[in-house]
């Protein structure tokens, strides 16, 4: 697609549910990355991949968050037992990967809303 | 330890005046630098970016930045404000292909007509 899209735009929960929520980087994209956003913080390094397989896993908080990517393409981050604080904005970005300047680009997505009760 | 920091949390200016928003970086390697903005309920747009050569880049919205390795520092300039340009900016640093950006916790800018 022309951009990075995230689906949903908002999710409302309850305490202990589990959350699917999905990302559908820019097509040819080979690196995908997942960041979650806390009200008036900066974005935060969740996980990243490199085609099917996590790269670096290093920022994801905790086992209740998992992530997959399984044809290289659409990504669903995976929330088990929601807790309250993990209410935020969850921000996927994409970028293509050899660049011609061995730098790293992100383009990310409007994000997913989640909201814990 | 890499990190971004960009003192200042709230800034505002008045339409047409200059802005100059802060942004300090500690990196082990070579870093890259971007600039990111974030209106209200949409997420991060690519301001401009640094990673060799000339120190003054230039972005997009008639914003650029320079970078200054003897002070750790890559700050965004623009010469008038608009009041379009009232949004959250970010600032990150990267390394080479692979690596995650790590972001500062942002400047709020306010726009006064």
């Known amino acids: 697609g022309a951009g990075v899209s995230q689906t949903p735009s908002n999710k409302v929960t309850e305490k202990g549910k589990y959350v699917e929520l999905r990302c559908d980087p820019i097509?040819?994209?080979?690196?995908l990355y997942w960041y979650r956003q806390s009200l008036g913080q900066g974005p935060e390094f969740l996980i990243y991949f490199q085609g099917t397989g996590a790269a670096d896993d290093s920022g994801l908080p905790n086992d209740r968050f998992f992530a997959v990517r399984p044809e290289g393409s659409v990504s669903t981050l995976k929330i088990q037992r929601t807790e309250r604080g993990d209410s935020a904005v969850y921000l996927c970005?994409?970028?293509?990967?050899?660049?011609?300047?061995?730098?790293?680009?992100?383009?990310f997505g409007a994000g997913s809303r989640l909201t814990v009760l | 330890a890499q990190s971004v920091t960009q003192p200042d949390i709230h800034i505002t200016v008045s339409e047409g005046a200059s802005l100059e928003l802060r942004c300090n970086y500690s990196y082990g390697a070579t870093p890259y630098l971007f600039w990111y903005v974030q209106s209200p309920g949409q997420g991060l747009q690519l301001l401009l970016k640094?990673?060799?050569?000339?120190?003054l880049v230039q972005g997009i919205k008639g914003f650029e930045a320079e970078f200054k390795r003897s002070q750790s520092s890559f700050n965004l300039r623009k010469p008038s404000v608009h009041w379009s340009d009232a949004a959250e900016y970010f600032c990150?640093?990267?390394?080479?292909?692979?690596?995650?950006?790590?972001f500062g916790k942002g400047t709020t800018l306010s726009v006064s007509s």
């Open positions: 990150a640093v990267g390394g080479q292909a692979g690596t995650a950006l790590i």
């Open positions: 640094y990673f060799s050569g000339d120190t």
């Open positions: 097509s040819g994209h080979t690196a």
């Open positions: 970005a994409s970028s293509l990967l050899p660049s011609s300047t061995g730098a790293n680009v992100l383009t």
